[in-house]
């Protein structure tokens, strides 16, 4: 099988080498990948945002699947232009990719699915904005309604701020204030039925404990020693499984990644968020823990194959950390040269931002590597990150010293 996979990031990494190890998979394009890929895949530059080159790229190759990675090409609909030429494709239509490209959507499906999740209001108007604000009280959580990268959530107790923010987005979800801590869970569907993944953790915040600004996500963990042992199925039940039966009633199926972003609370699960596509970093620490053949697996998504299939997971522990570079999330500082780069047993460096140049290998991204350590319990994976992240030799570069830390203290108390 001929595999087109689309991004440049980690997560796109990650895929990679679960698609490559899968025999199945004959020969791996992607478009346009990162020096991290071009080791064992191969790389041709395409402008991603544009529908039309990522066609022209599947139809050259001949492509028998396309796996798309991130949701700027998911939401501009370039899963229907190639499901118009009878490429399987992993990755939701531009109608079904909404539940991520509008909060007021995702918001609207859930509703009518019954699916748990913070009860809100769509304002556009000042008077819609104060009233909002005022009948949930702080702290305030505003929500740009369209994709804004990252940057479209703010949660304050601060009036005037969430105000602000709802002035400068003008179309918002402002909703009740969510207490509990939350999971990554991944639904992989092909339209009909939905498997669910075990659960990973992020850290969006730049700094330890959670200080600092929001970012695309500093590290994740998998699985959650701590979490209720029915939050898999519980989930599913009440969150997957809803919403593809959902979206499929409205006619338009969800073939692909069904991201939730959930908060655990004292009155069960709810919907922080949904995305459309593996997130970034949890892929990182999924799939090396995935023991399901992933392009065989991605390939059963896209044509309506997954009714008989379930997914096997390694007994191990992952965590990753993001090394990030020098400015990141405000202003990253692109350039600086990747001096070290250790080769550790049970660890995978996955780039996410690098360029390779005449001086080598140079930081072009926020998120430059992400890398996971594998081991039989947290700590074990931790104490492996944090060895080999600790050998790279990057100038200004940081990285947050708590990833799973709290979930290995947790663990041992098992
Ligand atoms: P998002 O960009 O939707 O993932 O939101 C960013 C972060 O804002 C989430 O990871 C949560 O930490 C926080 N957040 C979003 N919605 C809520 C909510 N209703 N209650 C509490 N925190 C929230
Ligand atoms: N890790 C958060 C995301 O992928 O959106």
């Not at 700027?72 to 499901?83: E, H, I, S, Y």
């Not at 970012?215 to 963990?221: I, L, Q, R, S, V």
């Not at 992933?294 to 990753?320: I, M, N, P, Q």
Request: proline share 6%; charged share 20%; hydrophobic share 45%.
């Amino acid at each position: 099988m001929k595999i087109l996979l689309v991004g440049s990031g980690g997560r796109e990494h990650a895929l990679a080498l679960g698609l490559h190890a899968d025999a199945a998979c004959t020969s791996l394009h992607v478009a346009p990948g990162n020096p991290g890929i071009a080791e064992f895949a191969l790389c041709h530059p395409v402008d991603i945002s544009n529908n039309a080159e990522i066609v022209a790229l599947a139809q050259e190759i001949a492509a028998d699947l396309v796996v798309i990675g991130p949701e700027v090409p998911l939401v501009n609909g370039v899963a229907d232009d190639l499901r118009r030429l009878k490429i399987p494709v992993f990755g939701p239509s531009k109608a079904a990719a909404q539940l991520e490209g509008s909060k007021t959507f995702a918001k609207e499906v859930m509703s009518d699915a019954g699916v748990p999740t913070a009860h809100s209001f769509t304002c556009i108007t000042h008077a819609e904005y104060e009233n909002a604000l005022d009948t949930f009280g702080a702290p305030y959580v505003v929500k740009d309604d369209g994709l804004a990268g990252g940057k479209g959530v703010v949660v304050t107790h601060n009036r005037e701020d969430a105000l602000d923010h709802a002035i400068a987005c003008k179309r918002v979800v402002i909703e009740e204030f969510l207490v509990g801590p939350e999971v990554s869970l991944f639904g992989i569907s092909d339209g009909t039925s939905i498997l669910a993944m075990q659960p990973a953790q992020d850290f969006k915040r730049a700094g330890n404990n959670d200080e600092g600004l929001n970012t695309g996500g500093m590290g994740a963990y998998s699985p959650l020693p701590w979490a209720p042992s029915d939050i898999i199925d519980d989930t599913y039940k009440q969150v997957l499984a809803p919403m593809i039966a959902e979206m499929n009633a409205r006619g338009t199926p969800f073939v692909g990644l069904l991201y939730a972003g959930l908060a655990l609370t004292d009155h069960g699960v709810r919907v922080i968020e949904f995305n459309v596509r593996f997130g970034d970093p949890e892929t990182q620490v999924l799939i090396p823990l995935l023991k399901t053949p992933l392009a065989s697996l991605l390939f059963k998504a896209a044509t309506s194959g997954l009714a008989d299939e379930v997914l096997e997971w390694r007994d191990d522990s992952a965590v990753t950390v993001v090394l990030a570079a020098e400015g990141y999330p405000s202003a990253p500082k692109s350039g600086a040269v990747i001096s070290t780069f250790p080769s550790i047993e049970n660890v995978q460096i996955f780039h996410a931002g690098t360029t390779q140049t005449d001086q080598g290998l140079v930081a072009s991204g926020g998120r430059v590597l992400t890398v996971t350590g594998i081991g039989s319990d947290l700590t074990e994976a931790r104490d492996r990150a944090y060895r080999a992240i600790s050998q790279i030799s990057l100038p200004g570069s940081f990285y947050r010293s708590d990833i799973a830390f709290n979930a290995s203290v947790a663990e041992k108390g098992n």
